[in-house]
Each structure stands twice: as C-alpha cells, then as structure tokens.
C-alpha cells in the first residue's frame, strides 16, 4: 500500500489453522486499515521459534573471562547488546525484523493451560531481550573499570544506536494484546502479552473491556462461524481504532477527533 500511514502487525501464537485468536485479531487489524494502515498478520504455528538460550549462544569470554552473547543480556560488566543479529538460527529474527519496522505490534494468544502458548512466549523473551535499553545500566555499574568499557561501547556507538541504547529498538511504537480461550485464563493470559510492552517503552490503547473472548463450551467454533461473540468483537473494533488513532497521535498525523 503505497500511501499507507505506516503499519500493523499482528502476531499470532494459535497453533490452529483457523485459529480463534487470528479471527479476533484480524478485526482489530480491520480497523486499523480503515484508518489507513497497512496490516500483516503473522501465525506462529509453521514457524520454528526457540526459547532465549541465555548462556549456550554467548561467545567465547573476554579477558576478564566473561561472555558476551549478541543481544548483550549477559553477565557484567557491559550489559551493552550489539543490537545484531540473535545468535539463534531459527524465524525469530525476520519476525523481529518486522517488529522493528512497524508502528503498532499485536500479541496474540489462546489460553493454553491458563497460560500464553510457549511459542509466543518464546518470542516475547527473545523480542525483548533483544529490544531492551540497556543505556542507563551504566548508572548503576560500581566498577570504574566496567563503567568506562560500558561508556566506550557508547561513545564509539553509531547516533542510531545510541537512541536504542537509551530508548530501545521498540521505543514508543503502539502495543496492544489479544487473548480467546475456551472458558478461562483469558485475562491471565492478556496480562502475560501485556507485560511486554511495558518492559520495550511502548504505549498502549485500551478498550471498553479488556481484549479477550471467551468460545464456550466448543471454544474451537468461533472462527468457523459456529459460535459467536458480538461484545468480544465489538471490543476487538474499539480496540482497532484506539490503536489507530494512538498511532496517528504518536506520528503527528491529524485524526478526526
Ligand atoms: C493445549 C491446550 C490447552 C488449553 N488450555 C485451556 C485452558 O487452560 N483454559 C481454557 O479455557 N481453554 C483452554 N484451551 C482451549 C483454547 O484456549 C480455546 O479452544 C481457544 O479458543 C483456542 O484458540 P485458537 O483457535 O486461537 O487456537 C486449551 C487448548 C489447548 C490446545
């Protein structure tokens, strides 16, 4: 979409081919290409998303004898990511790719479990270790020695990555979540995608009720037209146009209220 005002996705962590989560999702993105954004959304459940291996992906140590993995989560004394590439070789990374890109990022997931789906999960960790400020763990280092390398890592830092190291990569761009379940957990589990955002500095919009949609007994039946929901959908489009409009906000362009 050429003259798009920017974009949206949406990420889905449903294991099934029609998936709940993606239909409620998908009207929330509704709302947001009426408002004039491009939209995608992305399902998990082909893709191969692993768990942050911590420890297992990190280089060899420095002479001090400590590692350093490529999003810098490690022991001290940096702390500094190199805001390159995960060193884990799965489709996490052009997922992330597409995060980094967007202007507003939806998490969605059924209840597994009382629970978000692992696969999400796993791209939460990742995502946000790898999006994290990590600037102003400076402030807080007490060795001079580690204080200085950590200061060198920004000082000799591109203008561009300085801003990630104060601000992070997913800085101030607009988060909402999504949750369908069966019967319960729907709210546990909105509160576990929701999580997310406030750690990456990211804004969110509300609804009239938190985003979440309950499928009855059959829980399976909604996006085969079996079972409906119309609060849960209507919740889903205020939701849309909330995050639109947020974004609009956020970007400077003029909103119609
Ligand atoms: C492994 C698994 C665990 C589940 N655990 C719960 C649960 O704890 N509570 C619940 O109400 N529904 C549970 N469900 C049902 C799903 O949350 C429900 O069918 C949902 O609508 C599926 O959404 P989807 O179509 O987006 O995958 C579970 C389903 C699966 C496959």
């Known amino acids: 979409m050429a003259d798009s005002l920017g974009k949206v996705i949406?990420?889905?962590?449903?294991m099934r081919r029609d998936a709940n989560t993606d239909y409620y999702m998908n009207i929330v993105l509704k709302e947001c290409?009426?408002?004039?954004?491009?939209?995608?959304?992305?399902?998990?459940r082909n893709k191969r998303i692993e768990g942050c291996a911590y420890d297992l992906c990190a280089e060899?140590?420095?002479?001090?004898?400590?590692?350093?993995?490529?999003?810098?989560?490690q022991h001290p004394p940096y702390w500094m990511p190199k805001y390159?590439?995960?060193a884990l070789k799965d489709d996490f990374w052009p997922i992330f790719e597409k995060m980094k890109a967007a202007d507003g990022?939806?998490?969605?997931?059924?209840?597994?479990?009382?629970s978000a789906t692992p696969k999400i999960k796993a791209l939460i960790d990742r995502a946000g270790i790898c999006a994290e400020a990590r600037g102003h763990y400076i402030r807080y280092l007490k060795d001079p020695e580690q204080k200085r390398k950590a200061q060198e890592m920004i000082?000799?830092?591109?203008?561009?990555?300085?801003?990630?190291y104060e601000n992070g990569l997913l800085y101030r761009k607009v988060g909402a979540a999504v949750a369908v379940t069966r019967r319960t957990s729907a709210n546990f589990t909105w509160a576990q995608l929701?999580?997310?955002?406030?750690?990456?500095?990211m804004i969110v919009p509300g609804s009239i009720y938190w985003p979440v949609s309950i499928?009855?007994?059959?829980?399976?039946?909604?996006?085969?037209g079996e079972y409906q929901d119309p609060e849960g959908e209507e919740i889903m489009e205020i939701l849309g146009k909330n995050m639109a409009w947020t974004i609009k906000k956020t970007k400077d362009i003029p909103t119609k209220d």
Request: hydrophobic share 30%.
């Open 10 to 14: 949406a990420i889905s962590g449903s």
């Open 33 to 44: 290409e009426k408002e004039g954004f491009e939209t995608e959304l992305i399902p998990l």
């Open 60 to 73: 060899d140590g420095d002479e001090n004898g400590y590692s350093y993995s490529h999003c810098g989560y």
């Open 84 to 86: 390159d590439v995960c």
């Open 105 to 114: 990022i939806i998490l969605g997931s059924p209840v597994y479990f009382g």
């Open 155 to 164: 000082d000799n830092a591109t203008p561009e990555m300085r801003n990630w």
């Open 194 to 201: 929701m999580m997310f955002f406030g750690i990456c500095n």
């Open 215 to 224: 499928g009855g007994a059959l829980g399976y039946r909604t996006s085969r």
